[in-house]
């Protein structure tokens, strides 16, 4: 069994930044994907962010491209980390971390087989 636990969300102005982490522990593993994903109230989750465990090769959805970075520990590669810049009233939502120890399109929700529980971003206008 794989847990993952978020850190790094609260509140913040327009244009400011955050720094999301996320930690797995448990099993020893490897994956296919860690990723972010995001969820407002009365929304559905989206995709936000990737990176994958081969190569590191990442991936964004189009409204945060450029803004935010998904980057992991080098060493453990169970640490992932989602720097956000510029950050925008838009963003605001309930940030998940996942992984997928199975292959899958990136972007769905249902690719990942392992949730934590949520960091809660806030960014006032």
């Known amino acids: 069994q794989v847990q993952l636990v978020e850190s790094g969300g609260g509140l913040v102005q327009a244009g400011g930044s955050l720094r999301l982490s996320c930690a797995a522990s448990?099993?020893?593993?490897?994956?296919?994907?860690m990723g972010w994903f995001r969820q407002a109230p009365g929304t559905e989750r989206e995709f936000v962010a990737a990176?994958?465990?081969?190569?590191?090769?990442?991936?964004y959805t189009d409204s945060v491209e450029g803004r935010f970075t998904i980057s992991r520990d080098n060493n453990a590669k169970n640490t992932v980390y989602l720097q956000m810049n510029s950050l925008k009233p838009e963003d605001t939502a309930v940030y998940h971390c996942a992984v997928a120890d199975r292959s899958g399109s990136y972007y769905y929700p249902s690719t990942y087989n392992y949730w934590g529980q949520g960091t809660q971003v806030t960014v006032s206008s």
């Open positions: 448990g099993r020893t593993f490897s994956y296919y994907f």
């Open positions: 990176i994958t465990w081969s190569g590191g090769t990442t991936f």
